[in-house]
């Protein structure tokens, strides 16, 4: 098809002009970023700029891929930006119950979250975020999904839940800042009785064994049924995780976001 011709000439030949969006890697400030974060788990700025660091060759791969989806051309022709459509709060309350967006409602609303927050601690600092380049869109779409990804995958806003996800995200993007990032949750989680390093490995597994959740329609799935949405999608229960007593969850590895 003519959509995957497309693509191979625009992997070939990139934009040119103004793009700040870079696909290298920087190891040295990621690691540095990780000792930041190791020391501080609610620095999560850190984060960002390990994505910044690490991740540029998967956004493009991803971004990539969505076009060889049935239905990536179009979201990436639209190039809608779904923090607006999170922050809509007409439009959360419109979702049904026992829906994916019904549950995130509860759940930002609980933790008093909100996409445009975490969109926010993404900017600091940087001034490429906004780009209007398709891998920056791609990049803010990968962020804007993060808490929908806690609600299909079952893991909590704890540090475990939070290294667990991000383990997950590894396996779905293939970026390396998720896995730097859940290598130093696992060398902290070392040495506790509790199998919080087996908890996160299973995250990975979830991952890998998951439907590529980057190329869903997040406005459609949104109003799916919650638990017929993860079993079209492949997400299997966090049964590990949910071994782990709850108390015990948030003092053994770093918080991811």
Known sequence: MAMTADAADFRA??????????TKLDWGHAWRSLQKLLADKEDTRQVFEIMRALNGK?????????????????????RKEFA??????????????????AAYRTFIRAEQLSADGLAEVSREGVSDVDNPHPYAW?????????????IL?????????????????????GGLGWALIAF????????????TIKAIWQG???????????????????????????????????????SIP??????????AA
Not at 13 to 22: E, F, H, N
Not at 184 to 195: D, E, I, L
Not at 247 to 254: A, I
């Open 13 to 22: 030949q990139p934009s040119k002009g103004a793009r700040d969006v870079s």
């Open 58 to 78: 998967s956004t493009a791969h991803g971004y990539i891929r969505l076009l060889e989806t049935a239905e990536g051309g179009r979201m990436a022709f639209e």
């Open 84 to 101: 607006d459509r999170l922050m809509d709060d007409a439009w959360l309350d419109s979702l049904p119950e026992g829906s994916v967006g």
């Open 138 to 150: 791609f990049a803010r779409r990968t962020r804007d999904v993060h808490d929908i990804w806690h």
């Open 153 to 173: 995958t079952g893991y909590h806003r704890d540090a475990l839940g939070e290294a667990c996800l991000v383990a997950f995200s590894y396996a779905q993007t």
């Open 184 to 195: 130093g949750a696992a060398s902290r989680a070392r040495g506790t009785r509790h199998p």
């Open 204 to 242: 990975y597994k979830r991952g890998k064994a998951a439907k590529w959740l980057l190329g869903e329609d997040y406005e459609r799935l949104m109003a799916e049924p919650l638990e017929a949405a993860r079993k079209r999608l492949g997400i299997t229960p966090p049964t590990i995780y949910d």
């Open 246 to 255: 709850a108390h015990v969850r948030d003092g053994v590895v770093p918080q």
